[in-house]
Antibody, heavy 115, light 110 residues
Framework: EVQLLESGGDLVQPGGSLRLSCAAS????????MSWVRQAPEKGLEWVSS????????YYADSVKGRFIISRDNSKNMLYLQMNSLRVEDSAVYFC????????WGQGTPVTVSS | NFLLTQPHSVSESPGKTVTISCTRS????????VQWYQQRPGSSPTTVIY?????PSGVPDRFSGSIDSSSNSASLTISGLKTEDEADYYC?????????FGGGTHLTVL
């Protein structure tokens, strides 16, 4: 079965940076678009970003555009989310998921932005 | 961008059938696939319906999805309710280079 394992979540001060990683296994990673979705405490799901299978096409929610960068390394089956200029409102559990239809999800990694 | 509106909560008894709606604010519901995700407390979401009405392997056929063009909405129907179905359910769809979630519906089975 498809496996997605996120890591890199941490406590960071406002204005700081963090890089999240997602290790994918048990499917042909380069054949699939990948996405990041976040969930603030006691809130609903929010799409953050998606990337095409080859990495050339990237898409962002308006709330993170210009601050976050999605990327992938198909040779390592890894998905990344570089988060810069972090704000308190970016605090959430971040999930990676396969495809735009989000057919498989990881367990999530928590990010807390606080001074 | 468009919005997807879901009821905040629904409740029903075990063994009964419940339907959760997801109404698209603008654009045509049938123009982009709709997915449904189940999230139990403390767990990550799992897909129960994708591409409007497709069930992933392992999801029981008690779960079904449909699209109604007349109301510009999608629906998730769960029949033969079990207490384990109690969870939050989110609809999701995409438009040009963006994805949108509904606000989520909490299903109580009591």
């Amino acid at each position: 079965e498809v496996q997605l394992l996120e890591s890199g979540g941490d406590l960071v001060q406002p204005g700081g940076s963090l890089r999240l990683s997602c290790a994918a296994s048990r499917f042909t990673f380069s054949n699939y678009a990948m996405s990041w979705v976040r969930q603030a405490p006691e809130k609903g799901l929010e799409w953050v970003s998606s990337i095409g299978g080859r990495g050339g096409d990237t898409y962002y929610a308006d709330s993170v555009k210009g601050r976050f960068i999605i990327s992938r390394d198909n040779s390592k089956n890894m998905l990344y989310l570089q988060m810069n200029s972090l704000r308190v409102e970016d605090s959430a559990v971040y999930f990676c998921a396969r495809r735009w239809v989000l057919d498989y999800w990881g367990q999530g990694t928590p990010v807390t932005v606080s001074s | 961008n468009f919005l997807l509106t879901q009821p905040h909560s629904v409740s029903e008894s075990p063994g009964k059938t419940v339907t959760i709606s997801c109404t698209r604010s603008s654009g045509i519901i049938a123009s982009n696939y709709v997915q449904w995700y189940q999230q139990r407390p403390g767990s990550s979401p799992t897909t129960v319906i994708y591409e409007d009405n497709q069930r992933p392997s392992g999801v029981p056929d008690r779960f079904s999805g449909s699209i109604d063009s007349s109301s510009n909405s999608a629906s998730l129907t769960i029949s033969g309710l079990k207490t384990e179905d109690e969870a939050d359910y989110y609809c999701q769809s995409s438009d040009t280079n963006t994805a949108v979630f509904g606000g989520g519906t909490h299903l109580t089975v009591l």
